[in-house]
C-alpha cells in the first residue's frame, strides 16, 4: 500500500546502511556492521537475530523491505536467511545478496554487477532468471581483487621473490617494505608469520599501502593489481558465457571506487575478454537499490 514504509538495508562487509521512507520523509541509519555481526555472517547463528534487532530499533512494521547481505553466496545460506528474516520481521521481504542491489540502484533493469571491496563477488542473471556468480570464496581462497586478496597476494608474491633471490630483494620493494613496516616485522619471514596470525579480514586495512607502493614504482605492486584485474575481467566474461544477460557491468566496493588505477586496468581487461561489456561504476550508495526492489514488492 502508498502508506506502507518502504525499507532498504545494505548490509556490506564493513557497514550497514538502513533508509526508511514513510509518510514521504526519508531517514538514514549507519552502522559499523561490527557492532551487531560477530564475524562474517554466517558465522554465529545469532548474528541475524541481532540484524533483525537493528531493522526493529529503527523502524516499526509492518513495511516492505528489501535486505542485500554481504556473505550471502550459497543456495543454503539465502533459505537460512530467508526464513529467518522472513519470521523476524513484520512486513514483506525481499533478501538478496548485496551486490544485487546495484543494478537497481543504478536504474538497471538488466546488467552484470561487481563489488570489489572487503570481498569480491561477480553476478548476473540469465534470461530465466537465474542468479549465476563468479567468485565470492572468502579472503582465504577467493575474493580476488578485493582488499585482503590484495595483501595476500603482495605477501604472497615478496615471499616468492624473497626465495627465489634474497630476503634484501624482496625488502627493496616499495610493497614489501611498507607491509613489513605496517605489520612492525623487519623481513619476509618475519612479515609471513605476523600476516598469518592476523584475522584474514583484517588485512584488508593495508590494502592501500598497496597501490601507494604501486605508485612508487613497485613491480610487485604492479603484478598484484594487473593479476587482479585480469582475474576480474575473466570473471564478467566466464558470466557472460554462463548466459548472463546485460552490456553494463555496475561495479562497486571500496576498492573499486578508491582505486583508479584498478578500475584503468579492469577497462583494458575487459576490452581484451569482454569486449561488449562496459563498466559503470556506481555513484549512488547501494541502499538505493534495496529502497528500489522493496518498493516494488
Not at 55 to 66: K, S
Not at 262 to 287: E, I, W
Amino acid at each position: 500500500m502508498p502508506d506502507t514504509p518502504t525499507v532498504g538495508v545494505d548490509v556490506g562487509g564493513t557497514k550497514t546502511h538502513l533508509a526508511v521512507v514513510e509518510g514521504g520523509t526519508r531517514r538514514d541509519h549507519v552502522v559499523p556492521s561490527a557492532t551487531w555481526r560477530h564475524g562474517q555472517l554466517f558465522d554465529d547463528p545469532a548474528n541475524l537475530g541481532r540484524l533483525i534487532t537493528l531493522i526493529g530499533a529503527t523502524v516499526t512494521g509492518p513495511y516492505r523491505i528489501a535486505v542485500g547481505l554481504h556473505g550471502l553466496d550459497t543456495a543454503e545460506q539465502r533459505a537460512r536467511a530467508v526464513a529467518e528474516l522472513t519470521a523476524g520481521l513484520p512486513g514483506t521481504v525481499l533478501v538478496v545478496n548485496d551486490a544485487e542491489l546495484l543494478g537497481p540502484a543504478a536504474g538497471l533493469t538488466e546488467c552484470l554487477t561487481l563489488i570489489v571491496g572487503t570481498g569480491a563477488i561477480a553476478l548476473g542473471a540469465d534470461g530465466d532468471g537465474v542468479l549465476l556468480s563468479a567468485d565470492g570464496h572468502g579472503s582465504l581462497l577467493g575474493d580476488v581483487g578485493s582488499a585482503s586478496a590484495l595483501v595476500r597476494e603482495t605477501v604472497r608474491a615478496g615471499l616468492r621473490l624473497a626465495d627465489r633471490d634474497r630476503p634484501e630483494t624482496a625488502l627493496a620493494d616499495p610493497a614489501v617494505r611498507l607491509l613489513c613496516a605496517a605489520y612492525d616485522t623487519s623481513t619476509p619471514g618475519e612479515l609471513a608469520v605476523a600476516v598469518t596470525a592476523a584475522d584474514p579480514y583484517d588485512w584488508g586495512r593495508h590494502a592501500p599501502l598497496v597501490f601507494d607502493a604501486l605508485h612508487h614504482g613497485s613491480p610487485l605492486a604492479a603484478a598484484v593489481v594487473d593479476e587482479a584485474a585480469d582475474v576480474l575481467a575473466g570473471n564478467l566474461a566466464a558470466l557472460r558465457r554462463r548466459g548472463a544477460r546485460g552490456d553494463v557491468v555496475v561495479g562497486a566496493g571500496g576498492v573499486l571506487t578508491a582505486q583508479g588505477e584498478l578500475r584503468d586496468r579492469l577497462t583494458a581487461r575487459l576490452r581484451v575478454h569482454a569486449p561488449g561489456l562496459a563498466l559503470r561504476v556506481l555513484t549512488a550508495p547501494p541502499v538505493e537499490g534495496a529502497l528500489a526492489l522493496a518498493a516494488r514488492l
